[in-house]
T-cell receptor, first 115, second 114 residues
Framework: QQQVKQSPQSLIVQKGGISIINCAYE??????FPWYQQFPGKGPALLIAIRPDVSEKKEGRFTISFNKSAKQFSLHIMDSQPGDSATYFC??????????????FGQGTILTVHP | DTEVTQTPKHLVMGMTNKKSLKCEQHMGHRAMYWYKQKAKKPPELMFVYSYEKLSINESVPSRFSPECPNSSLLNLHLHALQPEDSALYLC?????????????FGEGSRLTVL
């Protein structure tokens, strides 16, 4: 119940294309869903995050779509650029109580954007 | 200033050595974390400090010993490690441990155990 399943494991997209990464969860106690971007040799950095009372959140070229009934959320990267090539992790967190900010991560997606 | 600073960036140690990893943040965050990340895997939570007190230990072996000297500093003391402990060790902080506060990660300390 604590798992977050992420797909695909790897993704190759041409410059200007749309990158789509999907995550699914089981635990309905999760109520905060961030996406992290990690470049080689660097720590993960928060890209965008959503709460389940919102179905979509957009920040620049990055959009999270959230389907509460299906317990799924996805990251869309519009007009993908070579600089977007990185590993992307979805995550989920139970807020409040004794959760202490513990994030449950998906397994990651390695995105490669070809010029 | 939104940085979490980790030192050293790289560390090589033998199985009998004692070493420490250090982490510092000056964002006024009251929760600090240690994560371990193996290649091509997500970060795995090791410890959480909330208001300078250890609040979560994810059943980490005692050869890893965390310490939080004050609200800005977090150490991870290493002793008698095994080669399988080689990994990227990430420090992170957040404004509060129970809210929706963003988790800020450092760049990590790459540890190699020979």
């Amino acid at each position: 119940q604590q798992q977050v399943k992420q797909s695909p494991q790897s993704l190759i997209v041409q410059k200007g294309g749309i990158s789509i990464i999907n995550c699914a969860y089981e635990n309905t106690a999760f109520d905060y869903f961030p996406w992290y971007q990690q470049f080689p040799g660097k720590g993960p950095a928060l890209l965008i995050a959503i709460r389940p009372d919102v179905s979509e959140k957009k920040e620049g070229r990055f959009t999270i779509s959230f389907n509460k009934s299906a317990k799924q959320f996805s990251l869309h990267i519009m007009d993908s650029q070579p600089g977007d090539s990185a590993t992307y992790f979805c995550a989920a967190r139970k807020a409040g109580g004794t959760s202490y900010g513990k994030l449950t991560f998906g397994q990651g997606t390695i995105l490669t954007v070809h010029p | 200033d939104t940085e979490v600073t980790q030192t050293p960036k790289h560390l090589v140690m033998g199985m009998t050595n004692k070493k420490s990893l250090k982490c510092e943040q000056h964002m006024g965050h009251r929760a600090m974390y240690w994560y371990k990340q193996k290649a091509k895997k997500p970060p795995e939570l090791m410890f959480v400090y909330s208001y300078e007190k250890l609040s979560i230990n994810e059943s980490v072996p005692s050869r890893f010993s965390p310490e939080c000297p004050n609200s800005s500093l977090l150490n991870l003391h290493l002793h008698a490690l095994q080669p399988e402990d080689s990994a990227l060790y990430l420090c992170a902080s957040s404004q509060g441990a129970t809210g929706f506060g963003e988790l800020f990660f450092g760049e990590g300390s790459r540890l190699t155990v020979l």
